[in-house]
Structure formats: C-alpha cells, structure tokens
C-alpha cells in the first residue's frame, strides 16, 4: 500500500510540474486595459491549469514527505512550508488570473472616470499578487532547503538530489535577496522552470523507489 502511495505520489509531482510548465508557456505579458480585456480568455486558462497543478503538488509533497519519514521533523516542516507556498499560489493565481479578467471585462464602455478608479483597484490587485508571490518563492525555496537535508541525512534518494534541491533554494534566495526581480514574467519562468526540474527529478525517484 506504501509503494502503490509513492508511486502516486511520485506521479501527482510529474503532473502538478507540467501542468506548471504549460501555465508558464501560455501566460500573456500584461499591459493596460484595453489588452487585459484582448487576453482575458488566454489569462483565465493559463492560470486555471496552475489552479488544477496546486492539489496535485500537495499530494506529491506529502507523498515525498511520508516516503522520508512521517516522524520526520524535517519532511513534515518541509511539506507544511511547501503547502504554505502553494496555497500562496493559488489566491495569486485566483487574483491574477480570475478577479482581474471578470473586472476588466465590465470596462469596455467604461467613462474616463470610472477607468481611472479601476486602474488603482488594478494596481492593488497587482501589489497583492506580487506579496502572494513573494511568499510562494520563499516557502519553496524553504522547503527544497528542508527536503534535500532530510534527503542527504536519510539516504533514500542519490545524493545528486539532495545537492539539486539545496542549489535551487539557496540559488533563488541569493537572487532574491541581492535584488533579482524573480515575480515579473521573465524571473517567474526562470523560478519555474528551475523548481520543475527538481520536482519532477522527485516524481521519477519517488516512481523508481516504490
């Protein structure tokens, strides 16, 4: 039953990072008001298959972290970090991707006005996006640093893993920390891309072990 739940678990994590990797691949630049209403349609679909990755990570994670240990103080401090992070994600995603769509969508015949206000309300959606996403890159990287240790003191995985994860983690807090803009489009794809290849490294030890 333990195997059948890591073979699962290793799955969900392959799953959850490509539906990650389409999200990246078909998320829209930004702009003004008028082209948020042109790609209301491409935001809301790239950012509801990121919605649909976050159950499938979860369980990946707490897969992962039974696969360590379920007395584990680091696995199961790693997995609470990593579910933090992406329930981040998620109302990121449901901002972003849904409230802005449907409010821009009531703008069309907008008065001047009424644009101007809307704009300010825009602005603090973004300001709130940006803050979910801060804390999804830091509970991430958190949690990779907390993984790969319990990984390197456990020996369940090859070492090489251990070192991938606390390369990326510390790699992106260091980026963070000196000034690297890792929430516009571009540093997001870059963070992304890279926590996709140790997450699915994962899923494939994880499918292998069980």
């Known amino acids: 039953m333990k195997n059948q739940l890591e073979r699962n678990a290793g799955t969900s994590l392959i799953i959850g990072a490509i539906l990650a990797v389409i ?50 103080t680091l696995s199961v401090l790693a997995f609470i970090t990593a579910a933090l992070g992406m329930v981040a994600v998620m109302f990121a995603g449901a901002v972003n991707g849904l409230v802005v769509p449907f409010f821009v969508d009531n703008l069309e015949t907008a008065t001047s006005q009424k644009l101007e206000i809307s704009r300010a309300i825009l ?45 990326l983690g510390l790699g992106f807090l260091i980026m963070l920390v000196s000034g690297f803009v890792l929430i516009d ?23 292998k072990k069980a």
Not at 30 to 41: E, M, N, Q, V
Not at 149 to 167: D, T
Not at 185 to 207: A, E, P, Q, T
């Open 23 to 72: 999200t990246m691949v078909l998320h829209p630049v930004g702009g003004d008001i008028d082209h948020l209403i042109k790609i209301s349609t491409v935001i809301i679909a790239s950012h509801t298959i990121a919605l649909f990755s976050v159950p499938f990570l979860i369980f990946g994670f707490w897969g992962l972290s039974r696969s360590i240990g379920k007395d584990n």
């Open 185 to 207: 489009l571009h540093g997001f794809r870059l963070f992304i891309f890279g926590i996709v290849l140790w997450i699915i490294s994962v899923g494939v030890m994880l499918r």
């Open 123 to 167: 602005s603090y959606g973004f300001s709130l996006n940006h803050a979910f996403d801060y804390i999804f890159i830091g509970a991430i990287c958190e949690a990779f640093l907390l993984y790969s240790i319990a990984i390197f003191k456990n020996k369940i995985f090859p070492k090489w893993i251990a070192f991938l994860g606390i390369g």
